[in-house]
């Protein structure tokens, strides 16, 4: 009786298990298939939009000294040199003493002052003395105009010659004492005309200095106002059309490239270089902090105004082969590939120059999935 049982007991066993396996089976989900995805949906298009953007010129340039602010210091006379009293880098005020010359030209100067005085107090005397015998009918008329003369010709040669003492830097609160033979020192203190920095000296003490000979140092003193500077860019002949006087232009100087110093042209130059053929244009430059140096190569940045261009997104450009195109829409789905003639970058977006309209609509996103269907 017992092993009837246990066998009908692992039979129900058996049966159960069956059923809960099958149970399983139906009750797992069937997988999904994966869903087709339009490249249509992803894409994004734009349409082509004018932008200002401000055009310039780049070139070389090499600073120079403006010459407007510039004093070149020569011998007044001939003669030795005593002091020097000035050195390269000062900075000096007008009037300031610079160096002592003693000359033999001074004590010349000097002396025809005097004779001038002299001879000019004595034809005044015999001037004065014709008229009084004149009134009193002692001489003729005729002596009368002879000391006339004579008198006129006395002031003359006077003030010549006290005009060639004040070209040798004599005051004339001074030539008082010259006339009267009180004062016949022989040397000249010579002064700066200008404030300003000196850059070169080419004198020493003892030196002997003419007066407008070229054996001789043309310019002992270079006094040069620093606080603008003359920039001189070249042009090449195609873009001489583009460079006009009150051009404003940047300067930036191979030592500090983060630098830029503000100016504008004063000057275009009239004749090309036969050898670089490139025009010369002259700029003033303010010189902050006495950055800019003399005979210092720079980049010139000429300011050549602006100009309107079209332009897509950066994005949109695709590049095959060396040349650029873009995918155009032509209608639902349908798209163009054009090539198109790029320009200038400009902050995220390019300038089109050929090949596009700015009615058209352009692939900005997306285009790398139509790329293969696009005609």
Known sequence: MRGPALLCALAALLGAACGDRSLGESAAPAPSAPSAVSPAAAVITVTPEYRTRATALQTTGK?????????????????????VLARPGDVVEPGARLFVLDSPDLGSAKSD??????????????????????????????????????????LAERARAASRLRTLGVTDDKLPDIGGRADVSTTIVVTAARSGVIVERNVSPGQVVAYGQSDAPLNLFVIADLSSMWVLADVYEPDVPRVHVGQGVSVTPPCCPEARYAGRIVNVADVVDKETRTLKVRAVVPNRGRSLKAEMFVKVVLDTGAVKSLTIPQSAVHREGGRAYVLVVRGQGDYERRPVTLGADLDGVVEVRDGLAVAERVVAQGSILLKKTAQ
């Open 63 to 83: 600073v120079q000294f403006n010459e407007d602010a510039l004093v070149r210091v020569h011998a007044p006379a001939t003669g030795r040199v005593l002091e």
């Open 113 to 154: 002052y005097a004779k001038a005085v002299a001879e000019a107090d004595r034809t005044a005397a015999a001037l004065r003395l014709a008229r009084e015998l004149y009134e009193v009918k002692a001489v003729a008329q005729k002596e009368v105009r002879d000391a006339d003369n004579d008198d006129k010709k006395a």
